[in-house]
């Protein structure tokens, strides 16, 4: 029973960010300071769920992202299964509960995710990318000071579904 509702909890949850991160939160109202709340969630997935389930979700995470970026397809499916099975195969070795480990985590995450990104986009048309490295690690400290507290609060709520 935990499982079908720990599910039914990550699936609202990820249309909510969803929702809240292409239209309230958006890099069109707020440039970069728009926090990547989808990201933040697939760090969460890879820290607290299994293999199997974190990864439907997190490659659903990405086709949804893909289809309301408007960019090219599957650059944010891929990005983000990649971020999430770093992280998910890193869970079994580093303790990313403390604070200055998943501040790191989610740094990097964001480095790595716009450098996916460029490379994809650069490699497969002609779009340019727009983002200057002091923006994409400005943009790595706007998703790790969100990302803690999100972080934290997601698990609480994981908790109390799995009790």
């Given at each position: 029973m935990n499982k079908t509702f720990?599910?039914?909890f990550f699936i609202i949850l990820s249309l909510i960010l969803i929702v809240v991160q292409s239209t309230?939160?958006?890099p069109k109202n707020l440039g970069f300071l728009s926090p990547d709340l989808n990201l933040i969630l697939i760090i969460a997935l890879a820290l607290l769920t299994g293999f199997k389930g974190?990864?439907?979700?997190?490659f659903g995470n990405g086709y949804m992202m893909d289809i309301l970026s408007g960019n090219l397809m599957g650059v944010n499916t891929l990005s983000r299964l990649s971020i999430f099975a770093i992280i998910r195969?890193?869970?079994e070795n580093v303790y990313y509960h403390r604070i200055p480990v998943l501040f790191l985590a989610i740094f990097l995450s964001t480095i790595f995710l716009w450098v996916f990104i460029w490379i994809v986009i650069?490699?497969?048309s002609d779009v340019e990318v727009h983002n200057s490295f002091s923006e994409i690690f400005k943009n790595g400290l706007v998703n790790t000071v969100v990302g803690i507290p999100v972080f934290f609060l997601i698990?609480?709520?994981?908790?109390r579904?799995?009790?």
């Open positions: 720990t599910i039914i309230i939160l958006s974190g990864t439907i979700l997190a195969s890193t869970n650069k490699f497969n698990k609480k709520f994981y908790e579904v799995q009790k």
